[in-house]
């Protein structure tokens, strides 16, 4: 059930059941597109690759007229080595990746547009969300991955960010980070995060890390995947309560492995279960429509796992059917 109304110059529509007022995709702003060209695990290619081969496959014109484009971000040649003061990974890359990530987004935002982020990991997050709180003040995040991504920095095998920033974000770790990240945190709060498609138990088992389920609002693929769309707008719903504007994360490994390869590393296990394409496209077209997202990252793509290019093709589509829902 819905009901019709005005709010600005956007028509919307005020779902009952969610309480959540939709209307057109992206609050019908105009996109701007932010490549990045980052690979969080120091590789010379990887993820850093994922612009130009996203940007081959026709995602400019996924979006249509309504977008803009500009340089993607570029950062400094990748060093898969752990800094000794942080044990971060790549870190200089990190570092450069972060601030300008935040002040291309920080500038759409400023501007009323919608900032679409696609390239890099999940540490872009350690970008758009501070810079969505410097605009708007509490941002909230509606987060999809397969993983929780809060290791502790301590607790961290890998030095990865794209494992962390879940936790840098709360606050919940951090005093080890550099004090350019250390500064803004936290930039997030419990109430104001939304997790859909964790299935890393295993994954966190091995380090010892506990679940945010108990603490933050969390569905599982399995509570996902009997109605994308609604889960989408009750966790759109929890974080609206909380935030004067939240950001949209999706991190690809939120997908079954069985719907799509191209992401982690060569001989990376793969978490068992995950969305469909179809349910990933009710979550999104629902998210991307509800009022107070203001952008949206897509992340984790690898080209180098994708020499046909099938799965750029694949998620070129994904954003087609979103962008047109």
């Given at each position: 059930m819905s009901s019709r109304g005005e709010l600005g110059s956007v028509s919307w529509h005020f779902n009952k059941q969610s309480e959540v007022a939709v209307g057109k995709p992206f609050g019908g702003r105009q996109i701007e597109l932010i490549g990045v060209r980052f690979d969080g695990m120091g590789r010379i290619g990887g993820q850093a690759r994922a612009p130009s081969a996203l940007r081959a496959a026709g995602l400019c014109a996924a979006i249509g007229e309504n977008a803009t484009m500009g340089a993607d971000v570029l950062v400094s040649e990748p060093r898969?080595?752990?800094?000794?003061?942080?044990?971060?990974?790549?870190?200089?890359?990190?570092?450069?990746?972060?601030?300008?990530?935040?002040?291309?987004?920080?500038?759409?935002?400023?501007?009323?547009?919608?900032?679409?982020?696609?390239?890099?990991?999940?540490?872009?997050?350690?970008?758009?969300?501070?810079?969505?709180?410097?605009?708007?003040?509490?941002?909230?995040?509606?987060?999809?991955?397969?993983?929780?991504?809060?290791?502790?920095?301590?607790?961290?095998?890998?030095?990865?960010?794209?494992?962390?920033?879940?936790?840098?974000?709360?606050?919940?770790?951090?005093?080890?980070?550099?004090?350019?990240?250390?500064?803004?945190?936290?930039?997030?709060s419990a109430d104001g995060l939304a997790m859909l498609g964790q299935r890393d138990d295993a994954f966190r088992r091995v380090l010892d890390v506990p679940t945010l389920a108990d603490r933050v609002w969390l569905r599982t693929p399995d509570e996902v995947s009997p109605d994308p769309a609604g889960v989408a707008l009750a966790a759109v719903a929890h974080v609206a309560s909380s935030s004067s504007g939240w950001w949209l994360h999706t991190d690809l490994d939120v997908l079954a492995r069985s719907e799509f390869t191209a992401c982690g590393a060569p001989g990376e296990v793969a978490l068992p279960g995950g969305l469909t394409w179809q349910q990933l496209t009710d979550v999104g077209s629902a998210a991307v429509r509800a009022d107070g997202c203001r952008g949206w990252s897509i992340a984790i793509y690898n080209p180098d796992l994708d020499p046909g290019g099938r799965a750029a093709a694949r998620i070129v589509a994904l954003v087609t059917e979103i962008a047109h829902h």
């Amino acid at each position: 059930m819905s009901s019709r109304g005005e709010l600005g110059s956007v028509s919307w529509h005020f779902n009952k059941q969610s309480e959540v007022a939709v209307g057109k995709p992206f609050g019908g702003r105009q996109i701007e597109l932010i490549g990045v060209r980052f690979d969080g695990m120091g590789r010379i290619g990887g993820q850093a690759r994922a612009p130009s081969a996203l940007r081959a496959a026709g995602l400019c014109a996924a979006i249509g007229e309504n977008a803009t484009m500009g340089a993607d971000v570029l950062v400094s040649e990748p060093r898969a080595e752990r800094a000794a003061a942080s044990g971060l990974l790549n870190e200089a890359a990190l570092l450069e990746m972060i601030a300008a990530v935040q002040a291309r987004v920080g500038a759409s935002l400023v501007a009323d547009r919608f900032p679409l982020v696609y390239g890099g990991d999940c540490a872009v997050l350690l970008a758009t969300v501070p810079a969505l709180r410097t605009v708007v003040g509490e941002a909230g995040l509606v987060f999809l991955d397969g993983h929780e991504d809060a290791t502790s920095m301590e607790a961290s095998l890998s030095g990865e960010a794209a494992n962390m920033e879940i936790a840098l974000l709360l606050g919940h770790t951090g005093e080890r980070a550099p004090r350019a990240v250390r500064t803004q945190l936290p930039a997030l709060s419990a109430d104001g995060l939304a997790m859909l498609g964790q299935r890393d138990d295993a994954f966190r088992r091995v380090l010892d890390v506990p679940t945010l389920a108990d603490r933050v609002w969390l569905r599982t693929p399995d509570e996902v995947s009997p109605d994308p769309a609604g889960v989408a707008l009750a966790a759109v719903a929890h974080v609206a309560s909380s935030s004067s504007g939240w950001w949209l994360h999706t991190d690809l490994d939120v997908l079954a492995r069985s719907e799509f390869t191209a992401c982690g590393a060569p001989g990376e296990v793969a978490l068992p279960g995950g969305l469909t394409w179809q349910q990933l496209t009710d979550v999104g077209s629902a998210a991307v429509r509800a009022d107070g997202c203001r952008g949206w990252s897509i992340a984790i793509y690898n080209p180098d796992l994708d020499p046909g290019g099938r799965a750029a093709a694949r998620i070129v589509a994904l954003v087609t059917e979103i962008a047109h829902h």
